[in-house]
């Protein structure tokens, strides 16, 4: 009888020891700090319901850092993520949240500093070959450039930082190639595309230089391209400032996701 006792005893001591361990870990979840950093792929551009308050940053309310935000309750979150932002701009104007009390910190970064917008608007308005010269610039930009700004950036983030899981989020492929559709020609649309993984190798690989994650959101975009039959990214937009953004459902569908099986 004495056995069972014991027995007994050390079962209600090891169960209590779990359950208290355990719900510390899920206390030190719910106090995680976050903050988000990047550019419009990050604050939402293209998905709508901006917040007044982010002017023109055009933070939305339906952006990825938000949603996640809204499902994990971290004890703080700071929404820094501004549309337009090159990594110089992210390290002179986003980085003040940034502490060794921060847990998780999610960003993207680069395209802009690339040229993305001129990029996009010579191949709407040029022909292939003017389309081509401007992606290779680019292309030499990301080889050569980039990588230097990306160091600079991650160096920050880690020494503001030191204890928080970084996830560096890619871009998508824009276009479905094999899709027939109207707009610019199969050449200029496989040679974004091409573009854009590019942008994601030099990305992943600066990255994990740092020790920190990469999200690759051209897996979630796959079938979900410009041309495909239910595109998650717009094309030329009366907004022009939305064209080649993901919509609500790109951030909820791809960009979300990703987050959450790196955070």
């Given at each position: 009888m004495r056995r069972v006792r014991t027995s007994s005893l050390v079962s209600s001591f090891l169960l209590a020891l779990t359950l208290a361990f355990t719900g510390a870990t899920q206390a030190q979840a719910a106090a995680s700090s976050y903050v988000a950093l990047g550019d419009s792929y990050s604050s939402g551009v293209g998905a709508g319901s901006y917040i007044s308050s982010s002017g023109d940053c055009k933070r939305s309310s339906l952006a990825y850092p938000q949603l996640w935000a809204n499902a994990n309750a971290p004890s703080s979150f700071s929404f820094m993520a501004c549309s337009g932002a090159t990594t110089g701009s992210v390290r002179s104007t986003q980085m003040a949240p940034l502490n060794a009390n921060t847990q998780l910190v999610s960003v993207t970064a680069g395209g802009n500093d690339a040229g993305f917008a001129d990029v996009m608007q010579t191949c709407v308005l040029s022909t292939d070959t003017t389309c081509l010269n401007r992606i290779n610039t680019a292309r030499s930009y990301i080889s050569s450039t980039l990588p230097g700004n990306l160091n600079a950036?991650?160096?920050?983030?880690?020494?503001?930082?030191?204890?928080?899981?970084?996830?560096?989020?890619?871009?998508?492929?824009?276009?479905?190639?094999?899709?027939?559709?109207?707009?610019?020609?199969?050449?200029?649309?496989?040679?974004?595309?091409?573009?854009?993984?590019?942008?994601?190798?030099?990305?992943?690989?600066?990255?994990?230089?740092?020790?920190?994650?990469?999200?690759?959101?051209?897996?979630?975009?796959?079938?979900?391209?410009?041309?495909?039959?239910?595109?998650?990214?717009?094309?030329?937009?009366?907004?022009?400032?939305?064209?080649?953004?993901?919509?609500?459902?790109?951030?909820?569908?791809?960009?979300?996701?990703?987050?959450?099986?790196?955070?």
């Open positions: 950036l991650y160096t920050d983030i880690k020494n503001r930082a030191p204890n928080a899981r970084v996830v560096v989020i890619g871009y998508p492929k824009f276009y479905d190639v094999e899709a027939v559709c109207a707009g610019l020609s199969d050449t200029k649309r496989s040679a974004i595309n091409a573009a854009a993984d590019l942008l994601n190798s030099v990305t992943s690989q600066r990255a994990a230089a740092y020790g920190f994650r990469f999200g690759d959101v051209r897996p979630p975009f796959t079938g979900h391209e410009i041309c495909s039959g239910n595109s998650w990214l717009h094309s030329v937009n009366i907004s022009i400032g939305e064209s080649y953004h993901p919509k609500a459902a790109g951030q909820s569908g791809g960009y979300l996701p990703v987050l959450n099986a790196n955070d």
